[in-house]
Structures are given as C-alpha cells and as structure tokens.
T-cell receptor, first 115, second 114 residues
C-alpha cells in the first residue's frame, strides 16, 4: 500500500535560517512526489513535484526538495526562511502509471517562522 | 499553474437542508476531479473521485447518497451535501488535474451546519 509520512507535526525556525520539512514515502515502483502549502482557510497551493530526472527539484517561493531513493525521502528545504512561509505543508505521493488517481497525503507539518 | 475555483467559499445552513458546492477548472479541461474533506489542522481525506460523464467513485465509509457528486462537463463538478447535519461541518476541497501529473486545488468551501 502507498503511504506518506511526515514525522514532525511542527517545525519552528527563526527567520533567515534554513528550514527542512521532512517527508518519507512508501510506493511500489518509481514515485511521483509533490509538496503543497496551505494557508489558513485556503486551498492547497502547489509548490513542486518530482517525476523523474534531477533529484534536486526547485519550486515556487524559493523552495526546493531532494528526492533520495535509497532513503525513500523527499524533504522540503529552503535556504533562508521568511515569516510569510509560516503555513501548513503537505507531502503527497502517487505511484507510476496512475494518472488520474488521487494523491495520497501526509498528515501535514506546521511550519512556524519567527522574526 | 492551472486555476480551480470553488463556490461558495463559505456557507452556513440549517440542519436538514441541502448544500451544493461547485468546483470549476477555469483554464483547462478536467476529466477527473477529486473531492476532499479536511478537519481542523488535519490532513485531507479523499471522499470521492468524480469522472466526467460517469458515476463517481466513493471511498470506503463515505455515504454516496449523502454526498452526491455530479461531473456533467469537463470543467464542472458539484458536490451536494444532502440533509446536512452539524457533523457534516467541515472544509471541503476539490482538485483537478486533467491529463497533468499535477493536481490543482480549489480554495475550499467552509460548511457550517447549525
């Protein structure tokens, strides 16, 4: 069965410091991996995805994520956090050859960036 | 990225009434749309998969007679919560992706049932 784990309920970081939001996955075959961000009372905004190619994926708002097949991880990173990055972050996965199927989401990680 | 809209953004209704939520893909055709429910500070729970021109596929535990889904065109899916009760109060979110690998999400609808 496919699954996604976000081991941290909350990540706290000071503005200007680097941030990492962790995600590990379990899927048969090569995974399609996604990160979304959600601000209060809003829908999810797409940040980035990994389908194939370079393991380091760059996305919106300065975020990037690194696909690590051996560790089955897809951690979200940003070199310098902003207060405005504070939000709820979701990692999601689906298996290959599953176009048109729903994504499987992690439970979410709340990122809090202090000034 | 692609744009998905939802209407209304919030609704308050009395117990026993029905509420319709619309999900539209504004700049692409969506052969498949998904409906999710989200409780406060929790992840998204997939309710059903809506396929254009065919019946929706519901996840286990989701009452299809209570949550009616219609996907009449490639740009519109509707979710009707029938005979709503307070326990149906939640944040409902739709997503669509067409032929893309990426799912784009609507802004969500906050339903409050009194």
């Amino acid at each position: 069965a496919q699954s996604v784990a976000q081991p941290e309920d909350q990540v706290n970081v000071a503005e200007g410091n680097p941030l990492t939001v962790k995600c590990t996955y379990s899927v048969s075959g090569n995974p399609y991996l996604f990160w979304y961000v959600q601000y209060p009372n809003r829908g999810l905004q797409f940040l980035l995805k990994y389908i194939t190619g370079d393991n380091l994926v760059k996305g919106s708002y300065g975020f990037e994520a690194e696909f690590n097949k051996s560790q089955t991880s897809f951690h979200l990173k940003k070199p310098s956090a902003l207060v405005s990055d504070s939000a709820l972050y979701f990692c999601a996965v689906r298996g290959p050859n599953q176009a048109g199927t729903a994504l499987i989401f992690g439970k979410g990680t709340t990122l809090s960036v202090s000034s | 990225g692609a744009v998905v809209s939802q209407h209304p953004s919030w609704v308050i209704c009395k117990s026993g009434t029905s509420v319709k939520i619309e999900c539209r893909s504004l700049d692409f055709q969506a052969t498949t749309m998904f409906w999710y429910r989200q409780f406060p500070k929790q992840s998204l729970m997939l309710m059903a998969t809506s396929n254009e021109g065919s019946k929706a596929t519901y996840e286990q535990g989701v009452e299809k007679d209570k949550f009616l889904i219609n996907h009449a065109s490639l740009t519109l899916s509707t979710l009707t919560v029938t005979s709503a009760h307070p326990e149906d109060s939640s944040f409902y979110i739709c997503s669509a992706g067409g032929r893309s690998d990426t799912q784009y999400f609507g802004p969500g609808t906050r339903l409050t049932v009194l």
